[in-house]
Protein backbone atom coordinates (compact mmCIF):
# COMPACT_ATOMS: atom_id res chain seq x y z
CA UNK A 1 0.00 0.00 0.00
CA UNK A 2 1.56 3.14 -1.22
CA UNK A 3 2.46 6.23 1.62
CA UNK A 4 -0.43 8.38 0.54
CA UNK A 5 -3.20 5.35 1.01
CA UNK A 6 -6.55 6.23 2.20
CA UNK A 7 -8.42 4.52 5.06
CA UNK A 8 -10.48 1.58 3.42
CA UNK A 9 -13.54 -0.05 5.34
CA UNK A 10 -15.27 -3.42 5.53
CA UNK A 11 -13.73 -6.58 6.21
CA UNK A 12 -10.26 -8.02 4.15
CA UNK A 13 -8.50 -11.28 3.66
CA UNK A 14 -5.59 -12.23 6.31
CA UNK A 15 -3.43 -11.81 3.14
CA UNK A 16 -4.05 -7.84 3.44
CA UNK A 17 -1.67 -7.92 6.49
CA UNK A 18 1.82 -7.24 5.12
CA UNK A 19 4.80 -7.17 6.91
CA UNK A 20 7.92 -4.66 6.20
CA UNK A 21 11.30 -5.67 8.03
CA UNK A 22 14.96 -4.01 7.63
CA UNK A 23 17.66 -2.36 9.84
CA UNK A 24 15.16 0.93 10.58
CA UNK A 25 12.36 2.69 9.77
CA UNK A 26 13.78 3.84 6.62
CA UNK A 27 14.96 0.76 4.94
CA UNK A 28 12.26 -1.16 5.42
CA UNK A 29 11.22 -4.03 2.48
CA UNK A 30 8.55 -6.38 2.13
CA UNK A 31 9.52 -10.00 3.45
CA UNK A 32 8.49 -13.03 0.35
CA UNK A 33 6.77 -16.30 0.77
CA UNK A 34 5.46 -15.32 4.47
CA UNK A 35 2.33 -17.46 4.58
CA UNK A 36 0.86 -17.19 8.69
CA UNK A 37 1.07 -14.97 11.32
CA UNK A 38 -0.57 -14.68 14.66
CA UNK A 39 -0.24 -11.70 17.72
CA UNK A 40 -0.27 -12.08 21.39
CA UNK A 41 -0.11 -9.57 24.02
CA UNK A 42 1.02 -9.91 27.07
CA UNK A 43 -0.13 -7.74 29.49
CA UNK A 44 0.98 -6.80 33.00
CA UNK A 45 -1.61 -6.65 35.82
CA UNK A 46 -0.73 -5.42 39.07
CA UNK A 47 -3.27 -7.42 41.77
CA UNK A 48 -4.09 -6.15 45.53
CA UNK A 49 -7.00 -6.48 48.32
CA UNK A 50 -7.95 -3.86 49.85
CA UNK A 51 -9.78 -3.48 52.84
CA UNK A 52 -12.16 -1.39 51.77
CA UNK A 53 -12.68 -3.63 48.94
CA UNK A 54 -14.35 -6.31 51.27
CA UNK A 55 -12.18 -9.10 49.82
CA UNK A 56 -12.72 -7.81 46.08
CA UNK A 57 -9.45 -8.01 44.22
CA UNK A 58 -8.33 -4.34 42.59
CA UNK A 59 -6.75 -4.43 39.64
CA UNK A 60 -4.36 -2.20 37.41
CA UNK A 61 -3.09 -3.22 34.07
CA UNK A 62 0.71 -1.70 34.53
CA UNK A 63 2.51 -3.29 31.55
CA UNK A 64 2.19 -4.64 27.77
CA UNK A 65 4.05 -6.33 25.37
CA UNK A 66 3.43 -7.50 21.96
CA UNK A 67 4.82 -10.90 19.59
CA UNK A 68 4.36 -11.30 16.39
CA UNK A 69 4.64 -15.23 15.08
CA UNK A 70 5.21 -15.20 10.83
CA UNK A 71 5.89 -18.32 9.43
CA UNK A 72 6.42 -19.20 5.57
CA UNK A 73 8.89 -20.27 3.05
CA UNK A 74 13.12 -19.48 2.55
CA UNK A 75 13.36 -17.56 -0.39
CA UNK A 76 16.87 -17.29 -1.05
CA UNK A 77 17.34 -13.37 -2.78
CA UNK A 78 14.73 -11.62 -1.62
CA UNK A 79 16.41 -8.69 0.76
CA UNK A 80 13.46 -9.43 3.31
CA UNK A 81 13.68 -13.40 4.01
CA UNK A 82 17.74 -12.97 3.82
CA UNK A 83 17.16 -9.97 6.25
CA UNK A 84 15.34 -12.28 8.94
CA UNK A 85 17.29 -15.53 7.86
CA UNK A 86 20.47 -13.19 8.82
CA UNK A 87 19.51 -12.80 12.26
CA UNK A 88 19.43 -16.36 12.95
CA UNK A 89 22.51 -16.90 14.71
CA UNK A 90 22.50 -13.37 16.02
CA UNK A 91 22.74 -12.64 19.92
CA UNK A 92 22.41 -8.77 21.97
CA UNK A 93 21.91 -6.02 20.01
CA UNK A 94 22.63 -7.53 16.60
CA UNK A 95 19.39 -9.45 16.89
CA UNK A 96 17.45 -6.65 17.04
CA UNK A 97 15.61 -5.20 13.78
CA UNK A 98 12.43 -2.70 12.81
CA UNK A 99 9.26 -4.35 11.71
CA UNK A 100 6.38 -2.86 10.51
CA UNK A 101 2.98 -4.28 9.94
CA UNK A 102 0.42 -2.89 7.38
CA UNK A 103 -2.84 -3.17 7.85
CA UNK A 104 -5.36 -3.62 4.99
CA UNK A 105 -6.96 -0.47 6.15
CA UNK A 106 -3.64 1.23 5.80
CA UNK A 107 -3.04 1.69 9.44
CA UNK A 108 0.92 1.08 10.45
CA UNK A 109 2.30 -0.42 13.83
CA UNK A 110 6.09 0.06 13.69
CA UNK A 111 8.08 -1.79 16.32
CA UNK A 112 11.40 -0.06 16.27
CA UNK A 113 14.72 -2.30 17.85
CA UNK A 114 12.37 -5.16 17.86
CA UNK A 115 14.02 -8.48 19.07
CA UNK A 116 14.18 -10.67 15.59
CA UNK A 117 14.36 -14.39 17.02
CA UNK A 118 14.44 -16.91 14.51
CA UNK A 119 12.12 -20.63 15.58
CA UNK A 120 12.23 -22.49 12.88
CA UNK A 121 15.92 -22.03 10.11
CA UNK A 122 15.55 -25.01 7.41
CA UNK A 123 14.12 -27.97 9.43
CA UNK A 124 11.60 -30.10 7.76
CA UNK A 125 10.69 -32.95 5.63
CA UNK A 126 12.87 -33.90 3.15
CA UNK A 127 10.68 -33.44 0.13
CA UNK A 128 9.01 -29.91 1.57
CA UNK A 129 9.78 -26.58 0.52
CA UNK A 130 12.54 -25.09 3.33
CA UNK A 131 10.37 -23.31 6.38
CA UNK A 132 11.23 -19.66 8.10
CA UNK A 133 9.99 -18.79 10.91
CA UNK A 134 10.64 -15.96 13.13
CA UNK A 135 9.12 -14.44 16.16
CA UNK A 136 9.04 -9.94 16.34
CA UNK A 137 8.99 -9.04 19.66
CA UNK A 138 8.24 -6.04 20.94
CA UNK A 139 11.64 -3.89 22.68
CA UNK A 140 9.85 -1.14 24.03
CA UNK A 141 6.44 0.84 22.66
CA UNK A 142 5.60 0.61 19.61
CA UNK A 143 4.29 3.43 17.17
CA UNK A 144 0.52 3.40 15.84
CA UNK A 145 -0.16 5.41 12.87
CA UNK A 146 -3.59 5.77 11.65
CA UNK A 147 -4.79 5.45 8.49
CA UNK A 148 -5.45 8.68 6.58
CA UNK A 149 -8.62 9.32 6.02
CA UNK A 150 -11.21 8.39 3.40
CA UNK A 151 -11.78 10.51 0.83
Known sequence: ???????????????????????????????????????????????WNPFDHKGWVRRLMTSKSVTISIAGKRNFGDPGNDYINGKA???????????????????????????????NWGAGDSTAVIPLEFDVMSNGKPTYTEAAPAA
Do not use: H
Open 1 to 47: MSENATKKSGVYPVYENQFQVGPDKENLTDIADMETFSVSLDNGVEE
Open 89 to 119: LKNGRDAEGCLQWTFPDGAKLLFENAVINVT
